[in-house]
């Protein structure tokens, strides 16, 4: 199993529209989460921190479900500007402390 | 946050030859990274770049080939050496900061460069 999966996409969705993506981790050790948003051609930029009772910005909702491993993103009321890469990131415990990456969930937002 | 200065933004090099990336960060940073994205994949860590020391390499990256300068807090250099095909990739430095709003860490990215081996 990886260490961070994620579904790549596409999540192809029409303007206005409520998406959710998840995103699963095997070291149940691990403490700090995040999501950060990539752009084409560009450097990934922190979108939120995702807290252990959840945590919302504006039209993000991120949730942390520690039973099940996993975190989840809300984008509610979707904008043409939130086509992007979403990246998950989870630090990993043991050894070194370190954060991974997942692959990242690709969004389009359709006019 | 930091604002992290990396250059070149892209560059097509021939293989066998060597590239040094630079990365400046306005402000001083205890950590300082080196990773590699793939196309189409995520970002995979090659190092963390320590000041005054060796830099400490994850498995599969070696210093012979990826060797790291940082000879402060301000600024690093990671050389991709002896350059292949297979080294084409997007390089990034990133830094981690504490946030003021949250008191978490966080990483701040430069804008990467843009490796092509021909």
């Known amino acids: 199993r990886k260490e961070v999966e994620q579904d790549p996409g596409p999540f192809n969705v029409p303007e206005g529209a409520t998406v959710a993506f998840n995103c699963t981790y095997s070291?149940?050790?691990?403490?700090?989460f995040f999501w950060y948003r990539q752009d084409c051609r560009k450097e990934p930029k922190l979108l939120m921190s995702v807290y252990s009772s959840g945590n919302e910005d504006g039209r993000f909702t991120a949730q942390l479900n520690r039973a099940s491993q996993y975190i989840s993103l809300l984008i509610r009321d979707s904008k043409l500007s939130d086509s992007a890469t979403y990246l998950c990131?989870?630090?990993?415990?043991?050894?070194?402390?370190?954060?991974?990456f997942g692959t990242g969930t690709r969004l389009k937002v359709l006019a | 946050s930091a604002v992290i200065s990396q250059k070149p933004s892209r560059d097509i090099c021939q293989r066998g030859t060597s590239l040094t990336i630079q990365c400046q960060v306005d402000s001083q940073v205890t950590m300082m990274f080196w990773y590699r994205q793939q196309p189409g994949q995520s970002l995979t860590l090659i190092a963390t770049a320590n000041q005054g020391s060796e830099a400490t390499y994850e498995s599969g990256f070696v210093i012979d080939k990826f060797p790291i300068s940082r000879p402060n807090l301000t600024f690093s250099t990671l050389t991709v050496s002896n350059m292949s095909p297979e080294d084409s990739s997007i390089y990034l430095c990133s830094v981690e900061e504490i946030s003021p709003r949250t008191q978490g860490e966080v990483y701040t990215f430069g804008s990467g460069t843009r490796l092509t081996v021909v």
């Open positions: 990131v989870v630090n990993i415990v043991g050894g070194t402390y370190k954060y991974i």
């Open positions: 070291n149940s050790a691990s403490q700090s």
